[in-house]
């Protein structure tokens, strides 16, 4: 069975520094991987998807994540932090199927 | 525009009543789901839906019930609501294996 691991349940950032949220998956088999965001009050968006084609994935809002297989990781990175980056985010594995699993989520919180 | 909408937004039931939360989407995906957050768990599946007339449990599907007569909705039912299914529910769609899933804003319930 797939799994994922979300290490740091809360990050927090100051503007216009690294922000760095690590996942590390579990699976026998080739994963699909995939990072969502979530802002309060909201369901879940996509940000950026691993389908096997290239090991690192651009997303939306300056986000991006290398899938590594020797360290079976995809850690969700962006440059520089926005205000508006404040949310949390959830990784999740696919492997062949419809279904996703789910990270804990990290609250990633910037400091002003 | 095309979505997925789920209603109530806020529900407040009591112990034992029966309640039920209506997904809608008008993408035509084959595959809807349910899940449930809580804090410290992330989501987690209820059940899911291959096409109409076809549901299958997830992680934790006891004490729901679900049913898919028209492939745009996917109602979930609590027959007799207790206090450990105050959640926040989920309704996603999603239309072909290892592909991402598009959710809803989510339900609140509360049961007292």
């Known amino acids: 069975a797939q799994s994922v691991t979300q290490l740091g349940s809360h990050v927090s950032v100051s503007e216009g520094a690294l922000v760095l949220l690590r996942c590390n998956y579990s699976?026998?088999?080739?994963?699909?991987l995939f990072w969502y965001v979530q802002y309060p009050n909201q369901g879940l968006q996509l940000l950026l998807k691993?389908?096997?084609?290239?090991?690192l994935v651009k997303g939306i809002n300056g986000f991006e994540a290398e899938f590594k297989k020797s360290e079976t990781s995809f850690h969700l990175t962006k440059p520089s932090a926005h205000m508006s980056d404040a949310a949390e985010y959830f990784c999740?594995?696919?492997?062949?199927?419809?279904?996703?699993?789910f990270g804990t989520g990290t609250r990633l919180t910037i400091i002003p | 525009d095309a979505g997925i909408t789920q209603s109530p937004r806020y529900k407040i039931t009591e112990t034992g009543r029966q309640v039920t939360l209506m997904c809608h989407q008008t993408?035509?995906?084959?595959?809807m789901f349910w899940y449930r957050q809580d804090l410290g768990h992330g989501l987690r599946l209820i059940y899911y839906?291959?096409?109409?007339?076809?549901?299958d449990k997830g992680e934790v599907p006891d004490g729901y019930v679900v049913s898919r007569s028209k492939t745009e909705n996917f109602p979930l039912t609590l027959e007799s609501a207790t206090r450990s299914q105050t959640s926040v529910y989920f309704c996603?769609?999603?239309?072909?294996?290892?592909?991402?899933?598009?959710f809803g804003d989510g339900t609140r319930l509360s049961i007292l």
């Open positions: 996603a769609s999603g239309g072909q294996r290892n592909q991402p899933q598009h």
């Open positions: 839906s291959a096409a109409a007339d076809i549901t």
């Open positions: 993408w035509s995906h084959s595959y």
């Open positions: 691993y389908t096997s084609a290239a090991t």
């Open positions: 999740a594995v696919s492997v062949g199927n419809e279904k996703l699993t």
């Open positions: 699976s026998s088999v080739p994963p699909y």
